[in-house]
T-cell receptor
């Protein structure tokens, strides 16, 4: 069974479109994250939710909006896509409470290509 | 300011060689955690190890070993007798506890390891 699953795996779309990436974890974790990996492989956190509450919101354009309907799901919606949004987006989860000492479990990533 | 530096962008070795991946970190917190992740060519991120700031014991897991030295703010990773399957991008990461219990990981730039047969 996949622990953290994201869909779709690949997403190719045109500039200006709106798209969503879905993420689900079956580990019973309380905290979920979105990370962005750019073309140089650099990984940076975008958002984090703990029990459906937003706890990290890094400097991300407000075209990006996370939504957590329950603690097992964290979706990412992107409006008005731009060329610079092309990247691999990783969803992750970790145990709640002292999350800093709990390893993050990552999904397999969604490769977004904006043309 | 928190920061993780992996100065080696790419390393190429021949199978069975030993290789060490360097990681230097910066933090003002006294309580923090260090991690290593592996990203093979298939793209997923695989957790390898977690170390807390109060435990400087070296750790060995099979062909993998980690050397944590607070005096030099380093957390280096050594692969002994490397194999082709070790070819991947390896990330060192830092999570600070004193700055808030958010679980946020700060990643280094990654080191691409190529092991040639």
């Amino acid at each position: 069974d996949t622990a953290v699953s994201q869909t779709p795996k690949y997403l190719v779309t045109q500039m200006g479109n709106d798209k969503s990436i879905k993420c689900e974890q079956n580990l019973g974790h309380d905290t979920m994250y979105w990370y962005k990996q750019d073309s140089k492989k650099f990984l940076k956190i975008m958002f984090s939710y703990n029990n459906k509450e937003l706890i990290i919101n890094e400097t991300v354009p407000n075209r990006f909006s996370p939504k957590s309907p329950d603690k097992a799901h964290l979706n990412l919606h992107i409006n008005s896509l731009e060329l610079g949004d092309s990247a691999v987006y990783f969803c992750a989860s970790s145990r709640g409470g002292s999350s800093y000492n709990s390893p993050l479990h990552f999904g397999n990533g969604t490769r977004l290509t904006v043309t | 300011a928190q920061k993780v530096t992996q100065a080696q962008t790419e390393i190429s070795v021949v199978e069975k060689e030993d290789v060490t991946l360097d990681c230097v970190y910066e933090t003002r917190d006294t309580t923090y955690y260090l991690f290593w992740y592996k990203q093979p060519p298939s793209g997923e991120l695989v957790f390898l190890i977690r170390r807390n700031s109060f435990d400087e014991q070296n750790e060995i897991s099979g062909r993998y070993s980690w050397n944590f030295q607070k005096s030099t703010s380093s957390f280096n990773f050594t692969i002994t007798a490397s194999q082709v399957v070790d070819s991947a991008v390896y990330f060192c990461a830092l999570s600070e506890a004193d700055s808030g219990n958010t679980g946020k990981l700060i990643f280094g730039q990654g080191t691409t390891l190529q092991v040639k047969p």
